[in-house]
């Protein structure tokens, strides 16, 4: 599989990320990226032995777009620590369904995911198990004629689902998405989420690394591309 390198060095391999396949291997027993990556590395740089690849962030199987992989100890350790102190980030691209009448604004909700069902629930502050999950959000563009909005979002906290359940919750699922918006969507439907960029000061070096990915010109994403 040609997984597309958007930036590499010694420290760094960041790609885009094909949909539809896990990032690192599951209970499905399909190829991974990280697995993929790693083979890759191997027989480019004919590489003896294991590679070294550290995962420092996910994004869910059907997403797609920008992520950063580390290629030594030093700048995985260092990734982590960004992604920690929040100077790592990463923006969103997502096709909702309906057009938000605020342009822009922050959501906040406090979310529970059951292990069992792989879902993610948003519950009361007062659950035990609540984790908090804000995000902001910005209305790019909209097609009052398909009923969909395409928005750019930020993370402040990086929980599992998040993007998905905040959406959803606040009456925009996103298109597509079968678990979180299964009432509007059908099957079959690709989700419309997309790891847009991504921006980094580099692990070793004293200067940022900046990467943007756009996400394919096939509907409902070419509703806004073209216009």
């Known amino acids: 599989m040609n997984i597309p390198v958007l930036y590499e060095d010694n420290h760094l391999l960041i790609v885009e990320k094909p949909v539809n396949i896990p990032v690192q291997s599951d209970q499905s027993k399909d190829k991974d990226l990280l697995n993929i990556l790693k083979e890759d590395i191997k027989i480019r740089y004919q590489k003896p032995g294991n590679v070294y690849l550290g995962l420092v962030h996910r994004l869910d199987r059907p997403v797609g777009g920008v992520m950063v992989f580390a290629k030594t100890s030093k700048a995985a350790s260092r990734l982590s620590d960004m992604i920690r102190r929040k100077v790592l980030e990463r923006t969103y691209l997502a096709v909702v369904r309906g057009l938000p009448y605020q342009q822009d604004g922050v959501l906040e ?59 959803s919750e606040t009456g925009y699922p996103l298109y597509g998405d079968q678990k979180y918006g299964q009432f509007v969507n059908k099957p079959g439907q690709q989700i419309a989420l997309w790891s847009n960029t991504l921006h980094l000061p580099h692990p070793t070096r004293e200067d940022d690394v900046h990467v943007e990915c756009n996400p394919p010109r096939e509907f409902p994403w070419s509703l806004f591309q073209n216009s």
């Open 109 to 167: 909700h406090y979310l529970y995911k059951d292990r069992r069902q792989n879902k993610v629930f948003s519950v009361s502050p007062n659950h035990k198990q609540a984790k908090k999950a804000v995000l902001n959000y910005s209305v790019l563009q909209q097609s009052e004629q398909e009923n969909l909005s395409l928005l750019s979002i930020q993370l402040e906290t990086g929980r599992s689902h998040q993007i998905r359940v905040q959406l």
